[in-house]
């Protein structure tokens, strides 16, 4: 049986009703540059320039910054991820951010998915300590961006941006649930006002820190994107929400709680702060039904769509450690599938595209041959 995630605003099918109180209609006041509407008094906000490159045309992310760490030969094992190299090896960081925008990266993500208060200061962090990591993130993305523009092919003098990552709740309890959302149903469920008592230090940290879009990634349901966008709106954070998501055998892209997918993004495009919505971690194979399902949900002009899958491997967090075809190395072939999976994606509406786990610089490399900035 199908779990299902806990949400005031989902009927018993799971699915949101047309008119959602977190999501509003965009108002006069906001204006329209292309096809993207955004807040007059948010123009000055670098992630305006961003806008306006989704208004142009399509945006090149990167791929999966703790799997180049662990492939140049760093320990990614810990409860903390990636986000450990903020602590022991802030280089290291730097150094995989470059080779990201040395591949054509367009926008680098910083490594604060799985970087917590809680979960810092399980480590031994004081909470002044863990703020201090957690902001770090975003300096350390941007010396990457710029070191890998500057001696990256066609690269130098590229504009670029910082994305802050806010990982699911799911993320810092390093059990997998991010891609079960057991935190959101069951009588162990976690409440709207923890996801967002959770996520809103986070969201301030990151924004504080000089983020240019926060990448609110990985979310399981849609109580986790409600809490999330409440803060978002009250925060006015510019930011996208993405989701991991499957296609079930009736060709229905659903969340991983199993609420239509659709009507869950379509929602949270409605908040004026939210440039973009759309999918990431999942198998490339479930991309294009799932961007056709929420192309057709998000009006014109209210977000672009974003896509970042992984290489098609599943996560076993029992083994830590990604299993299917390859799982023993790199698995062949995965640029290849994002390059032909490109084209498509990019004909279906999607405007933010890039990779995510198991996704390296080569990978990266083979998506800027495909995407016209």
């Given at each position: 049986?199908?779990?299902?995630?806990?949400?005031?605003?989902?009927?018993?099918?799971?699915?949101?009703?047309?008119?959602?109180?977190?999501?509003?209609?965009?108002?006069?006041?906001?204006?329209?540059?292309?096809?993207?509407?955004?807040?007059?008094?948010?123009?000055?906000?670098?992630?305006?320039?961003?806008?306006?490159?989704?208004?142009?045309?399509?945006?090149?992310?990167?791929?999966?910054?703790?799997?180049?760490?662990?492939?140049?030969?760093?320990?990614?094992?810990?409860?903390?991820?990636?986000?450990?190299?903020?602590?022991?090896?802030?280089?290291?960081?730097?150094?995989?951010?470059?080779?990201?925008?040395?591949?054509?990266?367009?926008?680098?993500?910083?490594?604060?998915?799985?970087?917590?208060?809680?979960?810092?200061?399980?480590?031994?962090?004081?909470?002044?300590?863990?703020?201090?990591?957690?902001?770090?993130?975003?300096?350390?993305?941007?010396?990457?961006?710029?070191?890998?523009?500057?001696?990256?092919?066609?690269?130098?003098?590229?504009?670029?941006?910082?994305?802050?990552?806010?990982?699911?709740?799911?993320?810092?309890?390093?059990?997998?649930?991010?891609?079960?959302?057991?935190?959101?149903?069951?009588?162990?469920?976690?409440?709207?006002?923890?996801?967002?008592?959770?996520?809103?230090?986070?969201?301030?940290?990151?924004?504080?820190?000089?983020?240019?879009?926060?990448?609110?990634?990985?979310?399981?349901?849609?109580?986790?994107?409600?809490?999330l966008v409440l803060e978002l709106e009250a925060l006015a954070v510019p930011a996208?929400?993405?989701?991991?998501?499957?296609?079930?055998?009736?060709?229905?892209a659903r969340t991983r709680c199993g609420e239509p997918l659709a009507p869950v993004?379509?929602?949270?495009?409605?908040?004026?702060?939210?440039?973009?919505?759309?999918?990431?971690?999942?198998?490339?194979?479930?991309?294009?039904?799932?961007?056709?399902?929420?192309?057709?949900?998000?009006?014109?002009?209210?977000?672009?769509?974003?896509?970042?899958?992984?290489?098609?491997?599943?996560?076993?967090?029992?083994?830590?450690?990604?299993?299917?075809?390859?799982?023993?190395?790199?698995?062949?072939?995965?640029?290849?599938?994002?390059?032909?999976?490109?084209?498509?994606?990019?004909?279906?509406?999607?405007?933010?595209?890039?990779?995510?786990?198991?996704?390296?610089?080569?990978?990266?490399?083979?998506?800027?041959?495909?995407?016209?900035?």
């Amino acid at each position: 049986m199908r779990p299902h995630c806990s949400s005031r605003y989902s009927d018993h099918n799971g699915q949101l009703p047309r008119s959602v109180p977190f999501g509003r209609a965009r108002s006069d006041a906001e204006c329209d540059l292309g096809d993207t509407l955004y807040p007059m008094d948010d123009v000055s906000h670098p992630s305006s320039s961003l806008r306006a490159a989704l208004a142009a045309g399509s945006v090149l992310l990167d791929g999966g910054l703790s799997t180049e760490l662990e492939t140049r030969g760093h320990d990614v094992s810990t409860a903390l991820w990636s986000a450990r190299l903020l602590l022991d090896d802030p280089a290291a960081v730097v150094a995989a951010h470059a080779a990201f925008a040395a591949a054509g990266a367009q926008v680098v993500t910083t490594a604060s998915y799985q970087a917590t208060l809680p979960g810092l200061m399980a480590a031994g962090l004081e909470r002044r300590e863990a703020e201090r990591v957690i902001s770090s993130s975003v300096a350390l993305a941007r010396q990457g961006l710029d070191a890998g523009q500057e001696h990256g092919v066609d690269s130098a003098g590229r504009r670029g941006w910082v994305a802050g990552s806010i990982g699911a709740y799911g993320a810092h309890l390093a059990d997998g649930s991010e891609y079960t959302g057991s935190y959101l149903h069951g009588p162990e469920r976690v409440s709207q006002r923890q996801l967002r008592e959770h996520h809103r230090p986070h969201l301030d940290l990151l924004a504080a820190a000089g983020a240019d879009v926060v990448a609110c990634e990985t979310l399981p349901g849609a109580a986790e994107v409600e809490a999330l966008v409440l803060e978002l709106e009250a925060l006015a954070v510019p930011a996208w929400v993405s989701m991991s998501a499957v296609v079930d055998d009736d060709g229905v892209a659903r969340t991983r709680c199993g609420e239509p997918l659709a009507p869950v993004l379509a929602a949270a495009a409605r908040v004026p702060t939210v440039i973009a919505v759309g999918v990431n971690c999942l198998d490339p194979s479930a991309v294009l039904p799932a961007l056709q399902q929420v192309g057709a949900a998000v009006p014109a002009g209210e977000a672009a769509l974003v896509v970042y899958p992984n290489s098609g491997e599943a996560w076993d967090a029992a083994a830590r450690a990604w299993t299917g075809a390859g799982s023993a190395g790199e698995r062949a072939g995965v640029g290849d599938d994002l390059s032909r999976g490109a084209t498509q994606w990019l004909d279906a509406g999607a405007r933010l595209v890039g990779g995510c786990c198991r996704v390296r610089p080569a990978h990266i490399a083979a998506l800027a041959g495909v995407l016209t900035p």
